[in-house]
């Protein structure tokens, strides 16, 4: 088992209650896998297809295997003015 940094930004922070934690993660875990498990925990109310999920501060696909000590943020669309 390994652990992850996790960022939450503007809704998703407001949705998550707070803006980063550290996870356990699982061998061959994804974005989506550890997405799905945090959807449930803490009630996470966008879907992935409203978010676009960076890994080491580079946009990533879903499906990317992530590794120990990585970086991972799941960024909802942003409005601006």
Known sequence: MSRIHVLYFAALRDQ???????LDCQPGDTPSA???????????QLAPAQLRVAINDR????TTHLNAGDRL????????G
């Open 34 to 44: 550890v997405f799905d498990r945090l959807a449930a925990s803490r009630q996470l």
């Open 59 to 62: 946009f990533a696909e879903w």
């Open 73 to 80: 943020a799941f960024i909802p669309p942003m409005s601006g």
């Open 16 to 22: 998550a209650g707070r803006s980063e934690e550290w």
